[in-house]
C-alpha cells in the first residue's frame, strides 16, 4: 500500500544510524521494511523491518499491558516461517505500563521479546540532551527518537512538552533529518495526547515539513482501505458460512430422500434429518 511504503521506508531511516541505541536496543542496523499482514490474512503486527544482517527486527507499539505472549509468539512464528531466519522483537510500552512478560514457555521451546518501558525513561530530560546537541552542532540518530518519543516517556507537564519538542524539532538544522524526525512522530509519537493536542501538532509539523502532510493524508486513505478491507473479510466470512448452511441442508435433503424411497415415514425422516416435517411432507409428495 503506498501510503504504508512511504511511512516505512521514511521510518527505516529514521530508526538507522544507531538511532536505537537511546533506548538501549543495541546493534540494530534496518535494511529494508517488511509486510505487516502475515500469512492468511488474519494476523497483523506492527512493523517490522529485514536488518543488515539478514535478520528481522519485529517491533511492537503498546498502550496496554500484553498479558501473554502467545500473540507475539504467533506473529515470529509465522515471520520465521515466512523469511527463514531469526527475529528480534521489541515492544515498546507507553502510558504507564512499566511491568509485562519478557519470556514465555511453551515446553518445546523458550520464546524471548525485549520490553521498552517509555514511562519509565525521562523524556524532559531526553529534550534537554536535544537542546545540548543542538547548540553545540553535535546532532546525532538517537536524537531523532529523544525528540520522537519524548511525549511518550515521563514529563512534568504534557502541554509544555509538546510545545517544546515542536520548537526543537523546527532548529533541527538538516531538512532530511527533520523530515526523519517528523516521520517518527508521525509513526510513534502522539499515542499519549489527547485529541487536541494531537490536532495541534498535526497542525504544526505541517508547517513544518512536507513529508508531514504527505504521510498524515497517506495515513487516512490507508485506513479507509483497511476498514474497506475488514469489511469485504467480514463478507468472506459470512459468505462461507452461508454456503456451509446451504450445503449441509442439500445434503440433509438428500439423504431425506433416500430414507423415504426406503419406506420411513415422514415423521422419521424429519428426526433422522432434522428437516422441518412440512419440508419432508413436501420431498414425499414430489417422489409419488
Known sequence: MAGQDTMMKALTRSLSGGALDVLGVLGVELAEPLPTELPANTLRMDKAWRMQDGRVFHLEFQSTREPTLHRF??????????????????????????????????????????????????????????????????????????????????????SVTLNRVLELVSVVPNETEKDLVVSAIAALGDHSLNDKQRAHLRRELRKM????????????????????????????????????????????????????????????????????????????????
Open 73 to 158: 509468539l504467533e506473529y515470529d512464528a509465522r515471520l520465521a516461517h515466512q523469511h527463514f531466519t531469526q527475529i528480534r522483537t521489541v515492544v515498546l510500552y507507553h502510558a504507564k505500563v512499566n511491568d509485562a512478560p519478557s519470556e514465555l514457555n511453551i515446553g518445546t521451546a523458550m520464546y524471548h521479546v525485549e520490553n521498552i518501558y517509555l514511562s519509565q525513561m525521562d523524556g524532559d530530560r531526553a529534550l534537554d540532551e536535544v537542546s545540548q546537541h543542538l547548540k553545540m552542532g553535535q546532532w546525532e540518530p538517537k536524537d531523532r527518537l529523544r525528540l520522537a518519543l519524548a511525549l511518550n516517556m515521563r514529563v512534568q507537564d504534557m
Open 209 to 288: 515539513s512536507k513529508i508531514a502532510e504527505e504521510l498524515y493524508q497517506e495515513g487516512r486513505q490507508e485506513g479507509r482501505q483497511e476498514g474497506i478491507q475488514e469489511g469485504i473479510q467480514e463478507g468472506r466470512q459470512e459468505g462461507r458460512q452461508e454456503g456451509r448452511q446451504e450445503g449441509e441442508h442439500i445434503r440433509a435433503v438428500t439423504t431425506a430422500r433416500n430414507l423415504l424411497q426406503m419406506g420411513m415415514t415422514a415423521d422419521q425422516v424429519a428426526k433422522a434429518t432434522d428437516l422441518p416435517l412440512e419440508e419432508v411432507q413436501k420431498l414425499k409428495e414430489e417422489l409419488q
